[in-house]
């Protein structure tokens, strides 16, 4: 059980630093707002992008947070990570930094799995 424990919260700490602490500290720089328009989207869906990654990040690692609340940000952080790498795909071709956010949703995956076998009914029995 430890070892589940380690795994979940390396893996959802990872996920925390790249969706919640990386956006709200880069978010205003000119690299970020020229990374949100090199993809064809406005600057206000990027900032609207870090409002929601800064909550959502913030949901996975506040532990009182449970339930279809936390499905809903692992569900979301999904689709924000295959649609990037659609987005990238679309505008820069199969770049390998095209697939980085699959890499990324790797580890969500990891976090998403242990998560739940941390919080089974089977666990609340220990």
Do not use: C
């Not at 795994?7 to 020229?34: H, N, R």
């Not at 406005?42 to 936390?70: C, D, H, T």
């Not at 976090?111 to 009914?121: F, G």
């Amino acid at each position: 059980m430890k070892k589940d424990k380690i795994i979940y919260w390396t893996a959802t700490i990872i996920i925390f630093l790249f969706e919640g602490v990386m956006p709200a500290l880069t978010s205003q720089t000119e690299l970020a707002k020229e990374g949100i328009h090199h993809l064809g989207y406005p600057e206000y869906f990027g900032n609207a992008l870090v409002v929601f990654k800064v909550l959502g990040s913030l949901a996975l690692v506040i532990p009182q947070v449970r339930g279809r609340i936390k499905e809903w940000v692992y569900a979301g952080f999904a689709f924000d990570f295959i649609f990037a790498t659609i987005s990238h795909i679309a505008v820069d071709g199969m770049d390998p930094q095209s697939f980085f956010p699959l890499f990324i949703l790797a580890i969500l995956a990891v976090s998403y799995r242990y998560y739940h076998k941390l919080n089974s009914p089977s666990m609340a029995l220990l």
